[in-house]
């Protein structure tokens, strides 16, 4: 049998190269050793959005999603690949857990404090209970790993603390899930200091055309340092030099000693790695295209990824309350 990994990501919308470089390729090579259970986390989103925002936004930004998904590899035969709002039994444990989760935890997060910040006039329950549901996320399928990187193992030890305090008051019933730490290499924007974001329209689509890649990658921010063509640069500090290192290493190392000896200008770089990236992508986007032309089939593959998803849920839910004493037996 294989060990169950579980990953949720919020609704975006089209994914970017840095989404597929930071975890999408990770989603499909853990298909081959795992089970996985890979979830659209839209409650998580309304914790952000709302109202028209949220009305306007969500559907679409799912249909996108599972389009980039299907289309890199992610494989409904393999994987449940489902919506988490599809699966209400994520609300119920997220309730139950939410009775053992002392709320001195959840102050103390330091994303809840930023979120405070950054979103004054829409301090949501939801902001505060994040980790709670995070939790009934992981727990609900009782995944054994979460694939994350660095930044994110705090959220997933305060998950692993949660499902501690609930295993010691009422009995061993959900695994602590374990990091599986993933190498994913951190992806800057065309503004070559920022995580490449849509947030900050520094990104390339996975579905964009050859054509909007070209032209995107021709802003991109280089070296700062070489103003002139005869200048020699630095490609260890530039974004497309690393860029070309993840698409096609054998050019970037071709790449590496022409651009400190000036003998390649940047806009020829710049044009040798929007043909290396259309290439790389051309199969995904291909794939992309005739998926969007049969949407009963993404339907259904959402349909039946959370039917899958919620019969392991039900049982999990009936373990929990029986545990808490929920469940009549007859007395
Ligand atoms: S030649 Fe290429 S690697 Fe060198 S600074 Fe310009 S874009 Fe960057």
């Given at each position: ?7 949720g ?27 996985c ?17 949220a009305?306007g ?15 890199a ?9 489902f919506?988490?709002?599809?699966v ?6 997220h ?21 405070v ?22 727990v609900?399928?009782k995944a054994?790993f ?5 930044d994110?193992?705090?959220?997933l ?39 490449m ?26 070296d700062?340092a070489?103003?002139?063509k005869?200048?020699?640069?630095h ?37 040798l ?5 259309n ?45 808490m004493?929920l469940?009549?037996k007859?007395?």
């Open positions: 049998m294989k060990k169950r990994v579980f990953s990501a919020r609704p975006t919308g089209r994914q970017h190269i840095g989404n597929y470089l930071g975890a999408i390729q990770n989603y499909v090579s853990l298909q081959e050793e795992y089970q259970v890979y979830c659209i986390v839209d409650l998580h989103a309304l914790t952000t959005l709302q109202g028209a925002e009305v936004h969500i559907q679409q930004n799912i249909r996108e999603m599972i389009l980039d998904w299907l289309a590899g992610l494989d409904p035969k393999r994987s449940i690949l919506v988490q709002s599809e209400t039994e994520v609300t119920e444990l309730t139950l857990l939410g009775m053992t989760t002392p709320l001195s935890w959840l102050m103390r997060v330091p994303t809840f404090k930023e979120k910040k950054m979103q004054p006039d829409n301090v949501n329950y939801g902001l505060l209970g994040y980790p709670v549901l995070m939790t009934s996320d992981i609900l399928y054994e979460v694939p994350v990187g660095e994110q193992l705090p959220h030890e305060l998950a692993r603390e949660i499902v501690r305090r609930f295993n010691s008051l009422y009995g061993h019933t959900f695994p602590e899930p374990q990091p599986k730490m993933t190498s994913a290499p951190l992806i800057l924007g065309l503004d070559g200091v920022q995580k974001s849509k947030q900050l329209n520094n990104h390339i689509e996975l579905a964009a055309t050859p054509q909007e890649t070209t032209e995107r990658i021709m802003t991109a921010f280089t700062p070489r103003k002139r005869s200048d020699p640069g490609p260890e500090i530039c974004n497309i030099y690393r860029l070309h290192q993840l698409f096609k290493p054998g050019k970037a190392e071709e790449i590496a000693p022409q651009c400190r000896s000036a003998a390649i200008g940047c806009v020829e770089c710049k044009r790695l929007a043909q290396e990236i290439e790389a992508l051309a199969p995904l986007r291909e794939r992309r295209s005739e998926l969007a032309t049969r949407p009963e089939y993404v339907r259904d593959v959402l349909a039946e990824g959370a039917q899958r998803a919620r019969a392991i849920a039900r049982e999990t839910i009936r373990e929990v309350k029986d545990r004493g469940i009549s007859g007395t």
